[in-house]
Structures are given as C-alpha cells and as structure tokens.
C-alpha cells in the first residue's frame, strides 16, 4: 500500500501507533469494561495534533489530506475502536460542516477551540423516527425575532455529553419537499432546552459517548445557523461522506487488530500435536481473512484519494464502507473462533474486537444504506 503514502504519512502512521500503543492500549479493556469516556486522552490527542488533521494551520490544524486521517483512524481503531470513534466523530461529524459550511465568523468561534481539545464536537442527525430516512426530521425550527425555537429530539448521538457544540438538523420549512427545508443549527448544549440523557448501554464501542437529546422549547440565536437556510440535509450528506471513509478506516483497524491477534494465538495453542494454524480449516481461513482486509483496504485508500482528488466519492465513501464493515465482522468472529474457548473469555481482546465490529455495519449509514447508494448510481448508468 506504500504507492499511497508519502513520508509525512509515514511519520504520522508511526507516531499514531506509538501512541496507540503506549497510552490507549493500557486502558481499553477497562474502558470497555467501565463502560467509561476516556477524557485524560483529549488533551493528549489535541497535543499531537489528532484533532486537527484536515483542517488549515490559521485554526491550528495539520493542514494534511483524507489519506493522513484515515490513517490515524485507522491506527487507533487497531487498538481501540471507542477512542477512534470519538476522534472520527469529532472531526468529520462535528468539526467538518463548521469549517464546510460555516461564515467566517462561526468558523473563528470554533474551529481553533476543538482542534485544541477544549470542547469536542457531536453531530445529531439521527432521531427515534428517522434514521436510514435521515431526511424524515421531525425536529422543528421556527423563527421569532431574532431567535429560532427548536423541539425535538435526537438519538445515538456520539460525544454528546462530551460537546461544546452541536450541529443538529431541524426542519425550518415545513411546506419544502424534502430534502429541502431542513438546516444544521450549531447549538451549546448548555442552552435551556437542550436535555441531554445518560449514556446509552452498548454492545461495543462502549468506551465512547452516545446518548439520546431532547429539545424543549430550546431557543438559539439567528446566528447558529451553520451557513444557508434550508440546504441543512445537503450539509450533512457531505459531512457524511467523510464520515463513511473513517468508519470504513476504523473498519480495517479493528479486522486487523483482530487478524493480528489470531495469527499469534495460532502460532502459540497447539491442538493435536500441531500448531492450529497448521489445520486447514484455521490456516486458509487466515490467509482469506488478510486477503480480504487487503481488498477492504485498497477501497478505503482509494476512497480517500478519491475525496481530495476528485471522482465519485459518494460511491467510492459507500463502497469502502460496505466491504470494510463487513469484512471487520467476519474478520473478528473469525478471530474469537480461532481462539476457542479462550475467544470467548474477557481475558483476550477478541471479544472485545468482536462486539465493537458490529456497530462498524450501523452507524453513518447501515450496509443496507450503502447497498443504496451503490445501486441508485448503477442504475443511472444503464
Ligand atoms: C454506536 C452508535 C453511534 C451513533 N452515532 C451517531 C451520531 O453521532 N449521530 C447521528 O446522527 N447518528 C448516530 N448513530 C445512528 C446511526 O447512524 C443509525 O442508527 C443508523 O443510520 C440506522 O438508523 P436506525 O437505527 O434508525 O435504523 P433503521 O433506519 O430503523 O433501520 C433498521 C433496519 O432496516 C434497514 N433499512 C432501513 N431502510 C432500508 C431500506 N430502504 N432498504 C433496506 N433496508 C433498510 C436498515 O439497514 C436496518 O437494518 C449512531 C448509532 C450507533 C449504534
């Protein structure tokens, strides 16, 4: 995979994974155990300048492209997918539409303050009646005065207890077809209204911070607006895309986190005299498991290629994502499998790979969704 990457990438895939290992390993099994927000990262993680990577130096960013984000994903989901989530989440949920869409004035509000770590950003699209139909919000904006009164509710929303800012769509015009007449207002969670519940309780990722918010009443200032009026839906499909590239990055993180785990394992247990990886049924399965994560990875390379150099990125976003997603399940229920028994005890990190795969094939658009999406553009060809 080295025709993708320069020098710069290089350094920074080698700084991600020292930090990786030397400051997330140790504390992902509690994390995930604990159920706890890994907060004492954030500092460190706006430190090395992961918070920050695609966006212009002004604001205090690396100024680097998709190829050096999804790598930093990448390295951290080989570790731990809930820290990688939260950074994903962060960047291309949260910071993206701001620094996409926003007047120069928001962008001088926020950008440099969540590059720095002092709030994190969170991204409610999603909401109890409207998920894959992302565009069937229910949540309303109507305007009085100078001021915009929200009601709703979002759910799943990841970083929300953790945010200084979110960007949520509302319906601003209810009589537009959809997707029209729906906008992103960028609101302070600390605005009266906005209720926000306790963590959900996950499968996985359950180092990172979900949670359902309720608006009641909430009123915003005119200006939280995120730029135009009405083409909120439009915003967040983009955002979205990035979005997809990362969760497809976190894909092979965690399918290569697990691969590495069952190459050890099978190179250590003996059954029958031999090493495991010596029976066909354990040692093919790996040689397929790796060749499909090298496949998965040629489609998340190319996806981010794609994003900075031009092309179908929504295909190529919903293409990486789909095999990526898919290809981190199999690849770690193949991992717990080699591992017998032991695959199934807390005490090895193949569980844990295992349950955070799943929600790999959910968020940021189901495989379903992505089928879709594939689809809509084959169709068009004929
Ligand atoms: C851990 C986690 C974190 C998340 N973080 C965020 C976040 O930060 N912000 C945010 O806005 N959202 C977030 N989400 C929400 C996520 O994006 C949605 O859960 C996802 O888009 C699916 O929506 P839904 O849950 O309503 O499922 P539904 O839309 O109800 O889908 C249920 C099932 O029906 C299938 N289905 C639906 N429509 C079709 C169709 N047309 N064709 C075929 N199959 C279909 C789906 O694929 C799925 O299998 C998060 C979710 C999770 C689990």
Not at 170 to 177: L, N
Not at 248 to 272: C, H, P, T
Request: contains cysteine; hydrophobic residues 45%; aromatic residues 8%.
């Amino acid at each position: 995979m080295k025709q993708y990457f320069q020098e710069e990438h290089f350094m920074l895939q080698e700084m991600v994974r020292d930090f990786a290992t030397n400051e997330v390993a140790p504390i992902a099994e509690a994390m995930d155990r604990e159920e706890r927000f890994p907060v004492e990262l954030i500092p460190q993680l706006a430190e090395l300048g992961l918070l920050g990577i695609p966006f212009p130096e002004a604001y205090g960013g690396a100024a680097m492209d998709t190829m050096a984000y999804t790598l930093v994903i990448e390295e951290l989901a080989r570790v731990d997918a809930s820290v990688a989530i939260t950074v994903a989440a962060h960047i291309s949920l949260g910071t993206s539409p701001i620094f996409l869409f926003g007047t120069d004035a928001q962008k001088d509000q926020h950008l440099s303050n969540l590059i720095s770590g002092k709030y994190l950003a969170c991204f409610g699209l999603t909401e109890p009646e409207a998920g894959s139909h992302a565009s069937g919000t229910q949540t309303t904006a109507v305007r009085d005065g100078d001021e915009w009164v929200i009601n709703g509710a979002k759910n799943f929303i990841t970083n929300a207890g953790y945010s200084g800012v979110c960007n949520l769509t509302a319906v601003t015009d209810p009589d537009a077809k959809r997707p029209g007449g729906i906008s992103v207002f960028m609101v302070n969670p600390k605005t009266p209204g906005f209720i926000i519940s306790p963590p959900e309780k996950k499968m996985g990722w359950r180092g990172s911070d979900t949670r359902a918010l309720t608006f009641e009443n909430m009123r915003v200032p005119a200006d939280t607006l995120l730029g135009e009026l009405d083409v909120g839906f439009k915003q967040m499909m983009t955002a979205l895309i990035g979005g997809r590239i990362s969760v497809a990055a976190m894909s092979l993180g965690v399918a290569d986190g697990a691969l590495s785990a069952a190459l050890k394992y099978s190179n250590e247990r003996e059954a029958f005299g031999k090493k495991i990886h010596r029976f066909q049924g354990i040692g093919m399965k790996l040689a397929e498991i790796a060749t499909e994560i090298e496949a998965a990875r040629h489609l998340v390379y190319h996806a981010s290629y794609v994003k900075d150099n031009g092309g179908d990125v929504v295909n190529a976003a919903a293409m990486a994502k789909l095999k990526a997603s898919e290809v981190a399940v199999r690849a770690t229920d193949f991992a717990v499998q080699a591992h017998g028994g032991y695959g199934y005890i807390k005490e090895f990190p193949v569980e844990r790979y295992f349950r955070d795969a799943k929600a790999l094939t959910i968020g940021e658009g189901t495989s379903e969704v992505q089928k879709l999406v594939i689809l809509k553009r084959l169709m068009k060809g004929l």
